[in-house]
């Protein structure tokens, strides 16, 4: 297969595939929509376009995280860099509970503590009190906690959904 450039080859950069030290297969290519540092990828695999005026270059990325699972085993995902505005993530949920002396009357409460990373407005926590099987909202906060009733002792699932400012 041969690549035919539109332009001639930069002087300051050595062809690949040029000399047996640089193997055309082995190239690693810097992307990446930022100028700086970029992102290392290898090219797996080009196809040229029918009139040959382009083509279409197929790369995986090839961070750090990857030459650690090929030398260890151990993957460790890379943190996401993007210059993007990305939706608000709620992670590290904890959830106690408080039994409330109210009068005469005893009642639970159950208090959710989390974290969100990204820009996040208001966050709702949804659980199934009825146990219907149907998420329902049991708290609004825009804090990192929440406090909610349940009607009895249980098993209850608990979501929590940050909202971007924008409500996103």
């Not at 906060?141 to 406090?147: E, F, I, Y």
């Amino acid at each position: 297969d041969q690549i035919r450039l539109a332009d001639t080859w930069p002087a300051d950069a050595p062809l690949p595939g040029n000399t047996a030290e640089n193997p055309a297969h082995d190239t690693i290519w810097i992307f990446d929509f930022k100028q700086t540092p970029g992102y290392r990828v290898r090219v797996v695999g080009i196809e040229p376009e029918s009139d040959l005026k382009g083509a279409s270059v197929s790369v995986v990325p090839e961070g750090p995280e990857f030459w650690r699972y090929v030398e260890s085993g151990q993957y460790i995902p890379a943190p996401n860099g993007s210059l993007l505005q990305t939706r608000p993530v709620a992670s590290n949920l904890r959830i106690t509970e408080q039994q409330v002396v109210q009068g005469d009357t005893v009642f639970t409460e159950l208090s959710a503590t989390f974290d969100v990373s990204g820009p996040a407005g208001e966050t709702i926590v949804l659980s199934d009190l009825d146990r219907n099987s149907e998420l329902e909202q049991v708290a609004a906060t825009r804090t990192r906690t929440a406090t909610w009733r349940i009607p009895q002792a249980g098993v209850y699932p608990i979501t929590v959904r940050p909202y971007s400012p924008e409500g996103n």
